[in-house]
């Protein structure tokens, strides 16, 4: 990148924190399966804020008969519940409207995902607490991984329990502070068959069905994973309001560049398998030049790259600059990218030869990224080689810059003629053929050999 950019935090990164201004703090304690130990910890971290001068109340706060769980909530302001009438039952729920009127500096209320008893004012617990927070009181709750909407599929395919009460992802994303309580699968199994989870009768059904280790396993990666995304986005989400420049290797994440060659979803799938390999977040960016025109050719194939990106799960975007390599490396700074993935140079053989290619330009530059190029041929290239060899369409600029070709070497020839006797100068005009197959095609090559013999049988024999 040049000495002279400079980066600018990002609006958006910018805009997302001055949203909270205002609001309350909201911290989940995540846990892969019941009884790991979330609402322990929370209540542990509770009563050391309060130890420390903080106004803290238990709103809400399920401790299933565990003994240990029911002595740390003792010597804590506790909030009467909220009893509802439902179906010739009292139910008795959060009471929303105390809390609100309590208002205290940190609340505690436990499950997030539960849902409420119809006639409450909100139909999930997760709409109460964001109530609670746009009235600026901090809130801790508990959540386990399987009430994550986006893994219910998952979670139904792995436990073969369909889990009926969710939060949406979004929701969890705006969580200022995700702190994981993990306990090993063996572990966990052993506080259930010693009666610390459920009683007895119950942790026999449930070893039976959904506490399998085997469950409880995948349960411990899917939670380990979506800890360190959420973590991950945070890192990202700092690095870009205060403007500081990448990338931070803490995780790895994968850049696909897309430009209108055939190479391209080549590209996309090799970053895909990458970023799969890694476990890591990935993006796709095509660059366009302001003053830049793509024919409707190479416009489809960067469309149906990024569709193709898209579809994949990458978040895909468009950029605009003159320097193809800068703003790349701009942005994959800004995004904090740690991998390139990249097709090989469009700029033909004077581009390799004298290393101002597009992927040796990423070399250059990048002293911190690493870059990856991708080789394949592409998809249909070997046959639009041969279509574009035997096929012919009238250019006027190939044969122009064919022709400037054999006056040169007819000047070289002349030259070399003049300062030592030459066996055979019809190597130099070889090479003039040589360089317009490269570059123009064969058309303009046999234009270029034609024109070669008729100025070399003049000029020499």
Not at 220 to 228: I, Q
Not at 303 to 329: C, F, R
């Amino acid at each position: 990148m040049p000495a002279h950019d400079t980066q600018r935090a990002s609006p958006d990164a910018l805009l997302a924190l001055a949203n909270k201004e205002g609001r309350g703090q909201l911290k989940i304690f995540l846990g892969a399966a019941p009884g790991v130990g979330k609402t322990y910890a929370m209540l542990t971290a509770a009563r050391s804020a309060q130890a420390e001068g903080r106004d803290v109340v238990a709103g809400l706060v399920e401790t299933h008969g565990r003994l240990e769980t029911e002595a740390l909530v003792q010597g804590l302001d506790i909030l009467p519940r909220k009893p509802i009438v439902y179906r010739n039952q009292v139910m008795k729920e959060f009471d929303l409207d105390a809390a609100l009127a309590r208002r205290p500096n940190l609340l505690l209320v436990d499950e997030y995902a539960h849902t409420n008893v119809p006639g409450s004012r909100h139909p999930k617990r997760w709409q109460d607490i964001d109530e609670l927070l746009a009235a600026g009181i901090d809130v801790w709750t508990t959540l386990n991984i399987q009430h994550l909407e986006s893994l219910n599929d998952v979670i139904q395919k792995i436990t073969k329990v369909r889990v009926r009460e969710t939060v949406p992802d979004t929701v969890f994303d705006r969580a200022d502070e995700i702190v994981l309580v993990d306990l090993p699968p063996d572990e966990l199994l052993k506080r259930l068959a010693e009666g610390k989870v459920y009683i007895q009768e119950t942790a026999a059904r449930a070893v039976d069905s959904f506490f399998k280790l085997q469950n409880l396993t995948a349960l411990r990666e899917l939670a380990l994973r979506r800890a360190a995304e959420r973590i991950d986005a945070e890192l990202i989400g700092r690095m870009q309001a205060q403007a500081i420049e990448g990338p931070w290797a803490a995780g790895e994440r994968i850049l696909a560049c897309i430009g209108p060659d055939r190479t391209s979803p080549a590209v996309v799938r090799t970053a895909k398998r990458l970023a799969d390999l890694m476990d890591a977040p990935w993006l796709a960016v095509t660059v366009e030049r302001p003053d830049g025109h793509l024919d409707d050719t190479a416009r489809q194939r960067v469309d149906e790259a990024m569709k193709l990106a898209q579809s994949l799960g990458a978040e895909t975007q468009t950029l605009v600059g003159n320097d193809i390599p800068a703003e790349l490396l701009r942005f994959a700074r800004f995004e904090n990218v740690t991998q390139i993935v990249i097709g090989p140079s469009r700029g033909g053989f004077f581009a390799e030869l004298f290393r101002r290619s597009l992927p040796h330009e990423l070399i250059r530059r990048a002293n911190d990224i690493a870059i990856h190029l991708v080789t394949g041929r592409g998809e249909g290239r070997e046959r639009e080689g041969w279509r574009r060899w035997l096929s012919f369409s009238f250019e006027l600029l190939p044969f122009l810059w064919s022709t400037l070709a054999v006056a040169g070497a007819l000047a070289i020839g002349e030259l070399l003629t003049a300062l030592t006797p030459v066996p055979n100068l019809s190597i130099v005009f070889l090479m003039a053929v040589l360089l317009t197959a490269i570059r123009f095609g064969i058309w303009p090559a046999i234009y270029a050999s034609v024109l070669s013999f008729l100025v070399y049988n003049f000029f020499f024999i």
